[in-house]
């Protein structure tokens, strides 16, 4: 029971690491942070791919040329409908002062502007403009109406991505791919 909490648990951080690696690079890129210089995504994305080998336990490199393409496919795909559903704009922690900072700025630095999982997306910016604008009920309703459709085909995609990777696993692989959070 130890070893299958641990299992757990270290799947959780390394997901969670996993989706947070996009909005870190993007940060770095913005402004460069003591110690995360030298992060590079794409030796962090090939660090997450050789765990996964590991963990489904794939020793013969023709099996690894099936599995590997749907494994990505998942993972860009979770990384579309990220965590949190997109961009979030609202005080920060501690307080804020009521996003002044941040009106009209249009940068991601003031307000606890920032992204949650993936990137907002076209929808999730006009849904956010719409609100920022005090928009009409209906233009809201419009504008929200579009970001879940929206929503519901990234989600449609990440199903269908589970499901072509579940197709080519073991038994053993599959249940080794729930627990690190490529399937449900």
Same mark, same amino acid.
């Given at each position: 029971?130890?070893?299958?909490? %641990?299992?757990?648990?270290? +799947? ?5 690491? $996993? $989706? ?10 913005? &402004?460069?942070?003591?110690? %995360? ?14 765990? +996964? ?9 023709? =099996?690894?040329?099936? *599995? &590997?393409?749907?494994? @990505?496919?998942?993972?860009? +795909?979770?990384?579309?409908?990220? $965590?949190?559903?997109?961009?979030? %704009?609202?005080?920060? %922690? ?11 700025? !249009?940068?991601?630095? !003031? ?13 999730? =910016?006009?849904?956010?403009?719409? *609100? ?6 209906? @233009? ?21 991505? &589970? =499901? @072509? ?7 053993? &692989?599959?249940?080794? +791919?729930?627990? *690190? !959070?490529?399937?449900?």
């Amino acid at each position: 029971m130890k070893t299958l909490n %641990r299992l757990v648990t270290v +799947a959780g951080v390394v997901l969670a690491t $996993f $989706f947070g690696a996009a909005h870190l690079a993007a940060q770095n890129q913005q &402004q460069p942070r003591p110690g %995360r210089a030298n992060f590079d995504p794409a030796q962090f994305r090939q660090n997450m791919l050789d765990d +996964a080998r590991g963990r489904l336990e794939v020793k013969s490199d023709d =099996e690894w040329k099936v *599995i &590997q393409p749907l494994i @990505e496919k998942v993972m860009d +795909a979770r990384r579309e409908v990220g $965590f949190g559903g997109g961009f979030v %704009r609202g005080p920060r %922690r501690g307080g804020g002062n009521n996003n002044n900072d941040a009106q009209g700025s !249009g940068n991601n630095q !003031g307000g606890g502007r920032g992204f949650r999982g993936g990137g907002p997306g076209p929808e999730a =910016e006009d849904l956010q403009k719409a *609100i920022d604008a005090n928009a009409s009920k209906e @233009e809201l309703k419009a504008k929200l109406a579009k970001f879940r459709e929206a929503r519901k085909e990234k989600e449609a995609k990440l199903a269908s991505a &589970q =499901e @072509e990777l579940k197709k080519v696993l073991s038994v053993k &692989q599959e249940a080794a +791919a729930v627990l *690190i !959070g490529l399937l449900q």
